[in-house]
């Protein structure tokens, strides 16, 4: 998969967060509405492939087997909610026995209140899968860039906490970074 910028995946799905916490400054008199385009308009984007989080739901909604896989990945490991709330949709249908497909998952989405995300968003995803049996490397590529963004995210706050001169939670800071990474600390 080439490395693109990371963009919504379906028509209307919200815009990624570029940003980091802790990057406001209302000390200089502007806005946050000001700050955060600002930021989001300087800021390179977060390690994601929505493509991919595509293909992991599209392949959930064509093969028991992988939806088996998308049960298996974490929620907040997916960039764009939107395909969070699917694959969660995805979860529900597993849970009551059934295999998903799209008639199936959209009705998940409508009890669960999701009705921003139609049939037609759930057929695409069902015409426009590459493979199927490439489901779990899907959800390697996934969580992979999901802890990439966790070691941005402790790195942002490291250097912060850092440059604050804070030096306990440096050290906490430092401890979770080391954990991420499957390194021990000492």
């Known amino acids: 998969m080439s490395?693109?910028?990371?963009?919504?995946?379906?028509?209307?799905?919200?815009?990624?967060?570029?940003?980091?916490?802790?990057?406001?400054?209302s000390s200089n008199g502007s806005s946050t509405e000001h700050q955060i385009e600002d930021l989001l308009s300087s800021c390179d984007s977060l390690p994601a492939d929505p493509d991919v989080e595509d293909a992991l739901n599209g392949a959930a909604l064509i093969n028991?087997?992988?939806?088996?896989?998308?049960?298996?990945?974490?929620?907040?490991?997916?960039?764009?909610p939107r395909n969070a709330i699917i694959a969660s949709a995805i979860r529900d249908v597993i849970a009551e026995g059934e295999t998903p497909d799209p008639l199936l998952v959209h009705d998940?989405?409508?009890l669960a209140g999701h009705h921003e995300i139609g049939l037609v968003d759930l057929q695409s995803l069902f015409a426009t899968t590459p493979s199927v049996s490439s489901a779990r490397r899907y959800a390697e590529i996934v969580r992979r860039h999901a802890r990439n963004r966790r070691i941005v995210h402790l790195a942002?706050?490291?250097?912060a906490a850092a440059m604050?001169?804070?030096?306990?939670?440096?050290?906490?800071?430092?401890?979770?970074?080391?954990?991420?990474?499957?390194?021990?600390?000492?």
Not at 65 to 78: H, K
Not at 168 to 173: N, P, T, Y
């Open 164 to 186: 604050a001169g804070h030096g306990d939670e440096v050290c906490r800071l430092v401890d979770q970074l080391a954990t991420e990474l499957g390194e021990p600390t000492s």
């Open 156 to 159: 942002h706050e490291l250097g």
């Open 64 to 80: 028991r087997a992988a939806a088996v896989v998308v049960a298996g990945v974490a929620l907040e490991d997916y960039f764009v």
């Open 3 to 25: 490395r693109e910028r990371a963009r919504p995946a379906l028509e209307g799905g919200p815009t990624p967060v570029k940003a980091l916490p802790g990057e406001l400054d």
């Open 108 to 110: 998940a989405l409508r």
